[in-house]
């Protein structure tokens, strides 16, 4: 397993500011995962961010409004760019670790946009 | 392509009482299977997996699952709920060509007293 904290645990922002959110894990691991849930939906993937490659992004994201980095095999930050009320959710970082396939969870970061 | 369901939007049990949570899946190949809890204002916690072996599989806070391979089902299960149970709970399925979880649209647990 491993223990995720996430900065800031939640944040009301301007429309048209940007937010970077930071994921910290206490182990060193290969694959992190940034997600987004909106208020009572499942989780959306936003991206696989993986040491020393660029983040790929799902359907729908894209880096200019989902800026992120990785620049270690412990940390990652996503930016959320010019945010609009659409934006308000929650963003969950995660990693997988060992080949269980099994990922863990950050606490979140509340994120509402007015 | 790949998928999982969760029928059921909520379950209501009292406590005390077995509960069950629905997941049915759908893939291509050997399912990979997951249950995560959420609780209120957290991220979600892993509880269990079955990947292969016994179809029962035991996991945290007395959950545990039966893989069917038949029924392409994956319940969660508890002999006796507790009011601390009230969460929501998604399953999750990896995708065998892209290597992410899908993850189900959750189910909301209520236990009450």
């Known amino acids: 397993s491993a223990v995720i904290s996430q900065k800031p645990s939640r944040d009301i922002c301007q429309r048209g500011t940007s937010l970077t959110i930071q994921c910290q894990v206490d182990s060193q691991v290969t694959m992190m995962f940034w997600y987004r849930q909106q208020p009572g939906q499942s989780l959306t993937l936003i991206a696989t961010?993986?040491?020393?490659?660029?983040?790929?992004?799902e359907s729908g994201f894209v880096i200019d409004k989902f800026p992120i980095s990785r620049p270690n095999l412990t940390f990652s930050t996503l930016t959320v760019s010019n945010m609009s009320p659409e934006d308000s959710s929650i963003y969950l970082c995660?990693?997988?670790?060992?080949?269980?396939?099994?990922?863990?969870f950050g606490p979140g970061t509340r994120l509402t946009v007015t | 392509a790949q998928s999982v369901a969760q029928p059921e939007d909520q379950v209501n049990v009292a406590e005390g009482n077995p509960l069950t949570v629905k997941c049915t899946y759908s893939?291509?190949?050997?399912?990979?299977l997951f249950w995560y809890v959420q609780y209120p204002n957290r991220g979600l916690q892993f509880l269990l997996k079955y990947i292969t072996g016994d179809n029962l599989v035991k996991g945290s806070y007395g959950f545990e699952a039966e893989f069917n391979k038949s029924q392409t089902s994956f319940h969660l299960k508890k002999p006796s709920a507790l009011v601390s149970d009230s969460a929501l709970y998604f399953c999750a399925v990896r995708d065998d060509n892209t290597d992410k979880l899908i993850f189900g649209t959750g189910t909301r647990l209520q236990v009450f007293p």
């Open positions: 961010a993986n040491q020393g490659s660029e983040a790929t992004y």
């Open positions: 995660s990693v997988r670790t060992g080949g269980g396939y099994e990922q863990y």
């Open positions: 893939v291509s190949g050997n399912p990979y």
